[in-house]
């Protein structure tokens, strides 16, 4: 849904769905800054749909229905490692329609990669992650950080915009918000990847694997 004349907001935080953007309004929240999750508050709004333009599948007001509706300051993202993204996101693909289409639909046609045609689940959700990402990545935006242990980041940057003094005792941050997401009302067990799906991926999969954890600092689960 598009509202005509676009809605300024200081902070547009996004990444890719199961990997960090509640955690990252909660971090916002804890410094006393509104940035809404999927809805947008008085500094700003953190979705991981505003990494691109189109009708949103999921929003809570309607200027956070599409990223057509905003102009930004500053857009940052964050980032999970593979090593437990990956279940996480199997479970979106499987049980999340809209958002599983949605990230199908924009993946095939900027990167024409089709993750409903993988050999298996892993390969659809490390493809998602990582070309998710590079769409973002391709916005220059202005800072990353990574939801395990980079979350002053965000937070000291969201306080900088505004000119708000950093808490103190500065501690660090450890917030894990949403982390056992249920699928219309029912929790689902998250799949075991062993050692062995990870080495069995395709030469190419492998790639896109070693390019995200080189470019954000995580290990690699490939052996």
């Not at 980041?153 to 249920?182: G, H, Y």
Request: proline share 7%; charged share 25%.
């Amino acid at each position: 849904m598009w509202t005509g004349p676009r809605l300024r907001v200081p902070l547009l935080v996004t990444g890719h769905p199961r990997c960090g953007t509640t955690s990252a309004s909660d971090i916002c929240k804890q410094a006393k800054l509104d940035v809404g999750i999927e809805a947008i508050g008085k500094h700003g709004i953190a979705s991981w749909m505003m990494a691109v333009e189109d009708v949103n599948p999921y929003s809570f007001d309607v200027f956070a229905a599409s990223r057509r509706n905003l102009r930004w300051d500053a857009m940052v993202f964050v980032v999970r490692d593979l090593r437990s993204a990956a279940a996480s996101v199997i479970l979106e693909n499987l049980y999340e329609p809209p958002s599983f289409k949605f990230r199908r639909r924009h993946l095939l046609d900027q990167f024409n990669v089709d993750i409903g045609n993988c050999q298996n689940d892993l390969t659809a959700a490390v493809l998602s992650i990582a070309y998710w990402i590079r769409i973002i990545l391709g916005q220059k935006p202005a800072l990353w950080f990574r939801v395990e242990d980079q979350q002053e980041k965000l937070r000291d940057f969201a306080l900088q915009m505004f000119k708000l003094p950093t808490p103190e005792p500065d501690e660090p941050l450890n917030i894990r918000s949403n982390v056992e997401k249920p699928y219309f009302g029912v929790k689902r067990e998250k799949p075991t990847i062993t050692q062995d799906d990870w080495n069995q991926l395709a030469d190419p999969v492998k790639a896109d694997i070693n390019w995200y954890c080189a470019t954000f600092g995580y290990a690699s689960p490939l052996e």
